[in-house]
């Protein structure tokens, strides 16, 4: 089974940076897509970006040109480097990966980190 562990969330202040990671351990070899997806209160999860092996990123419309994701192969680890943030990047964000095995898809989530953006 995959373990995720995400770091990096915290206050900041509108126009600030925060660098947010996860670890993956376990069968990493079995991920095709490692992914961000956040939650804000009151509100549906949504993706934020992701990362297949092959290196092919996917964002969503809210975040381009504002936020990266990058994976660390040796470290097993993905990031994403959240620049400019607004209020409304506020949420708990929560890493993904993604199993593709015989056709079947089995997602798995770590535990979520919260991302508080002041105005």
């Known amino acids: 089974q995959v373990q995720l562990v995400e770091s990096g969330g915290g206050l900041v202040q509108a126009g600030g940076s925060l660098r947010l990671s996860c670890a993956a351990s376990g069968p990493i070899f079995s991920i095709n897509v490692m992914g961000w997806y956040r939650q804000a209160p009151g509100k549906q999860r949504e993706l934020v970006a992701t990362i297949t092996t092959g290196g092919t990123t996917n964002y969503a419309d809210s975040v381009k040109g504002r936020f990266t994701i990058s994976r660390d192969n040796a470290k097993n680890t993905v990031y994403l480097q959240m620049n400019s943030l607004k209020p409304e990047d506020t949420g708990v964000y929560a890493c993904?990966?993604?199993?593709?095995?015989?056709?079947?898809?089995?997602?798995?989530w770590g535990q979520g980190t919260q991302v508080t953006v002041s105005s």
């Open positions: 993904n990966a993604v199993l593709l095995i015989m056709a079947v898809r089995y997602d798995y």
